[in-house]
């Protein structure tokens, strides 16, 4: 059986917590992701996290961008432009190999701009001279953290001494419509956040498969919807008759479900059915707000039972305006996070991707190849632990070798958005006292594309917005999907009036 994750001494580095919030881009525009800031000065951006590559991808002025798109749109769409013309630090390389990046499996990287730049973490630490890639393949939608099996930022950490094992842990937060259902995020390097979990975990060894890039691949034994009046249908076990393996993508933002789990579904989820989402949750199945879908969803895994409240399943149609806004498509119509595979794509491992998360707790082991699924707990409370082998830890290492304990520098107060001074090539240090900066009022539901990823943020306008031409993300989408929107799955319309959105 796969171990669990194991708790580091006291003495051990402290783990080093990136927020998953608003963040004001270089725009002025915001966006929900992982913050982070690149270069000197600091340049803030908005990070999908991508459990399918090694290394750390950016997008500029010359990325490619759909021509339906307006400046502003396209650089909301991909989390911020890094301009490596006004950051000081920037040094590009000839390739990738130059860089000390790892290589990547499953990206072609072969036309991307590979250089090297300083990564600030929250308000703590400084990464110097960290391997960094300009996108010029298209075949990401955001900015992308790498945190896959040979993830080079954990990589660079655990050597510089920052961190004393290759584990992350994610809480997604929630990205609901009103205040009371939305809260931060946090991606913990190094360890987890024990406050932010709850009853029995599974851990489960990777597997590398295929059709799950991220190895995160679980045994669902049933799937239930839990409607308001109390009953329960078990939409697993009515479909396809036994477990399912799934995948957890964290770059992934909705849940997808096989055509017979669907279909025994669909009479329980009711509504009056209007057409798949061309928005940001592109896909997903939009619903009148008048009779959508009132009821949860729990998904069990191996006696883990995790249960989507409805204020996180079903959330507004968002899409983003010409000024790169998030907004939504519609006051009447409600979409429902659900992709049900069909035609080309009815054969593929389903998918629980960030909705799931919002309601679960990840945690992955790189060391030993493993990761760990809890219940979430959504709460203001911060209990960060470091996790690994302890005879890793830089006190321990040095006590063997009769050498000092190396210790981080402290952080400098620096004004404005400029970090503190750097430490030598790899160290960790240096402050950002202005830090990444979160959205006002503006709470922005997370955005993602259909082929890999993104998040959303909603600007609720108190009137309809008028629909926007068909953007980056859905384009994209159509590269892994078809060259055609879904044909919808039985007679879920038939008999139902259709309305049309405005």
């Given at each position: ?210 059709g799950c890039e991220s190895s995160f691949v679980v045994t ?43 279909k025994v579904a669909c009479p329980a989820v009711g509504g ?149 001074k750097a430490l030598s090539t790899g160290a960790v240090a ?73």
């Amino acid at each position: 059986m796969p171990s669990s994750p194991r708790i580091c001494a006291l003495d051990c580095p402290p783990p080093i917590e990136i927020p998953i919030r608003n963040i004001t881009l270089p725009n002025n525009q915001s966006r929900r992701g992982a913050a982070l800031g690149v270069g000197q000065p600091i340049q803030n951006l908005a990070f999908q996290l991508y459990s399918g590559m090694n290394n750390t991808f950016m997008y500029d002025n010359n990325s490619v961008c759909a021509s339906e798109n307006t400046a502003d749109q396209c650089q909301g769409l991909r989390g911020g432009f890094f301009d490596p013309q006004k950051s000081s630090s920037w040094a590009p390389a000839v390739d990738q190999g130059a860089t000390g990046a790892s290589p990547e499996v499953a990206q072609e990287v072969s036309t991307d701009i590979w250089g090297q730049d300083d990564l600030a973490f929250n308000s703590t630490f400084q990464l110097r001279k960290h391997p960094l890639a300009l996108k010029r393949e298209d075949n990401s939608v955001m900015n992308s953290l790498g945190l896959g099996r040979n993830c080079s930022l954990l990589n660079s950490l655990k050597l510089a001494g920052a961190i004393t094992s290759r584990t992350w842990g994610l809480f997604n937060g929630w990205t609901g419509i009103d205040a009371a259902n939305q809260m931060d995020g946090s991606l913990v390097l190094g360890g987890y956040d024990e406050a932010k979990v709850s009853g029995p975990k599974v851990t489960e060894n990777f597997t590398l498969n295929q059709g799950c890039e991220s190895s995160f691949v679980v045994t669902v034994t049933d799937v239930s919807l839990n409607l308001p009046n109390g009953t329960v249908v078990k939409i697993l076990r009515g479909g396809s008759g036994s477990a399912m393996r799934a995948c957890i993508m964290p770059e992934f933002p909705i849940i997808t479900l096989p055509p017979d789990v669907w279909k025994v579904a669909c009479p329980a989820v009711g509504g009056t059915f209007l057409n798949r989402s061309r928005g940001l949750n592109i896909w997903g199945m939009v619903y009148s707000a008048s009779d959508v879908y009132k009821g949860s969803l729990t998904v069990s895994i191996a006696g883990l039972e995790v249960t989507i409240p409805n204020e996180q399943l079903v959330v507004p149609e968002y899409v983003l305006n010409s000024r790169g806004q998030t907004v939504i498509a519609s006051e009447y119509s409600r979409e429902l996070l659900i992709n049900p595979l069909q035609e080309v794509n009815k054969n593929d491992m389903p998918i629980l991707g960030q909705v799931f998360l919002a309601s679960s707790y990840l945690h992955v082991d790189e060391d030993s190849q493993t990761f760990s699924l809890w219940r979430s707990v959504a709460n203001d409370e911060k209990r960060i632990v470091a996790t690994g082998d302890p005879r890793d830890c830089p006190a321990a290492k040095s006590a063997e070798e009769g050498a000092p304990s190396p210790s981080p520098v402290p952080a400098e107060s620096a004004p404005g958005p400029s970090p503190s001074k750097a430490l030598s090539t790899g160290a960790v240090a240096g402050a950002i006292t202005s830090g990444i900066v979160a959205a006002s009022l503006a709470v922005v539901l997370a955005w993602f594309l259909c082929a890999r990823r993104w998040r959303r943020q909603p600007q609720l306008p108190r009137k309809p917005l008028p629909p926007l031409p068909p953007d980056d993300a859905a384009l994209m989408w159509r590269k892994r999907l078809s060259a055609e929107p879904p044909v919808e799955l039985g007679d879920e319309t038939e008999g139902r009036e259709r309305y049309e959105l405005s």
